[in-house]
């Protein structure tokens, strides 16, 4: 059995992906009003915006060692050479640390654990890169580093109706100085050094939409890409933006479009729009 790779849900793979690439995704938890559930599983996109535009209560967190514990045994008594668990960026979540705690009960060399220091398909295309590898017969060094490398390189933006589920999640700071108080201003964000920190502002919706294109453009050059587009409760304009995208950016495997789940979007919101941009191909 080749090395196995797990990562998490907020990975926000496309549907089917992660079986067809032998990606295990464990989930976050989302509460809504204190019920708790499975982000993905028992709590997925459409309840979760109905529960933010009604200003109900929802929070994240992260699973418990016990669970990565539990996964990392079954993988491994059923024959895996090792694990490998890739997951979010540990400044915006403390899933890497779950994982972290329970790799300690078998030994670095059988479970390896990164923090990708991004999310949602930026962290999907590292996992995605890990598994290709390992079904190539590498072992844990090289799955690693595949994984590593494609985080690295992966650029993501996004734009947000409002920055006050950030906000209120603590998972911006500087970012409400961008705004001031120019309400009438979209602001984009992006991915960096493990934060979502801000990048510029635009004053519509449309004008967002357009320098999404353009970044990722640039963000991509010359070279094969695999790009993704995410969203939460606004499928046209996702759409939209990956048919432009397809047409600005020939050399990218396709564009896939992907819901956010439960977790990332509680602190987004609804109307989120996000790119990743990953160089090479599977």
């Known amino acids: 059995m080749p090395f196995a790779v797990i990562t998490d849900s907020t990975a926000y793979l496309p549907e089917g992906f992660a079986d067809r690439h032998a990606v295990r995704v464990v989930p976050l938890l989302v509460q809504v009003d204190g019920r708790e559930g499975r982000d993905g599983v028992d709590i997925g996109p459409i309840e979760l ?80 890169r890990a598994a290709a590898v390992a079904a190539e017969g590498a072992q844990g060094v090289e799955v690693e580093a595949a994984a590593v490398e494609a985080a690295a390189k992966t650029t ?25 108080t120019a309400l009438a201003m979209k602001p984009i964000l992006h991915v960096r050094d493990g934060q979502i920190v801000p990048l510029e502002k635009v004053r519509t919706t449309g004008r967002a939409l357009s320098r999404l294109v353009d970044l990722a453009v640039e963000a991509a050059g010359d070279e094969p890409v695999q790009l993704a587009v995410h ?16 047409e600005r950016i020939p050399r990218s495997s396709g564009c896939v479009v992907s819901e956010i789940g439960a977790v990332i979007g509680a602190h987004t919101g609804p109307g989120v729009l996000g790119v990743v941009v990953c160089p090479g191909r599977l």
């Open 231 to 246: 969203h939460l409760a606004t499928p046209d304009r996702a759409a939209e933006l990956a048919n432009r995208l397809d």
């Open 49 to 128: 915006a109905q529960a933010l535009r009604d200003r109900r209560t929802v929070t994240t967190s992260r699973p418990n060692p016990a669970e990565f514990a539990a996964r990392y045994k079954e993988l491994l008594d059923g024959g895996a050479d090792g694990v490998l668990s890739v997951h979010l960026s540990r400044e915006l979540s403390g899933t890497w640390e779950s994982a972290r705690l329970a790799a300690e009960e078998f030994g670095a060399e059988r479970v390896r654990v990164v923090d990708s220091r991004t999310t949602v398909m930026g962290l999907g295309f590292a996992a995605l």
């Open 156 to 180: 993501t933006f996004f734009v947000v109706e409002t920055l006050e589920h950030l906000r209120r999640g603590g998972r911006i700071g500087a970012a409400a100085a961008l705004l001031g």
